[in-house]
């Protein structure tokens, strides 16, 4: 299985922050990386596809790039919204394996 | 399009357990979607399960891959998910999704079903 690797796990910011996760795959899996937000008691919801293209309901603070093993994610100005915990997920192979995760709270 | 999970929200040990999906606003008969379960542990990351296509094929995941079992039924708009042999370690908020046929990007996703396994 490709495994995925989040970091930070967790992180801190402030409203207007700019705040960059990364996601890291133990093998090449190109471009086939998605990223998901998820609220507290909710279903996670789609970003971003394919490294770099959001979702026709995700702002344009919202941006990912990458490709073959390292990916990015960064939140421009973070908005009170934006507090959640974000997935990355690669779909180069099954089984479909997601990051374990990056919480994003309100310092 | 939505998606709904309906099943027992508490299942003992050993037994099996059944989770259906009712979409809403779209077709399980449509040859362009996959039909995925994924499942999130309590306080853990997503863990993908396996797919269903309307022709009936699937896709598990390996690490299930001896216990489960996934149907459809165009008629009703329903697919559903079987997962015999349960353990505590079964115990999850279980999410039915749709993907793309050709790209596995997850969405829209039903709002989850929590199973607690326990005797």
């Known amino acids: 299985d490709i495994q995925m690797t989040q970091s930070p796990s967790s992180l801190s910011a402030s409203i207007g922050d700019k705040v960059t996760i990364t996601c890291q795959a133990s093998q090449d899996i190109r471009n086939y990386l998605n990223w998901y937000q998820q609220k507290p008691g909710k279903a996670p919801k789609l970003l971003i596809y394919?490294?770099?293209n959001l979702e026709t309901w995700v702002p344009g603070r919202f941006s990912g790039s990458g490709s073959g093993t390292d990916f990015s994610f960064t939140i421009n100005s973070l908005q009170p919204e934006d507090f959640a915990t974000y997935y990355c997920?690669?779909?180069?192979?099954?089984?479909?394996?997601f990051g374990q995760g990056t919480r994003l709270d309100i310092k | 399009v939505q998606l709904q999970e309906s099943g027992p929200g508490l299942v003992k040990p050993s037994q099996t357990l059944s989770l259906t999906c009712t979409v809403s606003?779209?077709?399980?008969?449509?040859?362009?979607?996959?039909w995925n379960w994924i499942r999130q542990r309590p306080g853990k990351g997503l863990e993908w399960i396996g797919f269903?296509?309307?022709?009936?094929?699937?896709s598990y995941n390996a690490s299930l891959r001896s216990r489960l079992g996934m149907s459809l039924e165009t008629s009703t708009n329903q697919f559903s998910l079987r997962l015999h042999s349960v353990t505590a370690a079964d115990t999850a908020v279980y999410f039915c999704v749709r993907s793309p046929y050709s790209n596995y990007w997850f969405g829209p996703w039903g709002q989850g079903s929590l199973v607690i396994v326990s005797s």
């Open positions: 269903i296509y309307y022709n009936g094929s699937t």
């Open positions: 997920q690669q779909y180069q192979n099954l089984p479909i394996t």
């Open positions: 606003g779209g077709s399980t008969s449509s040859g362009g979607y996959l």
């Open positions: 394919d490294a770099r």
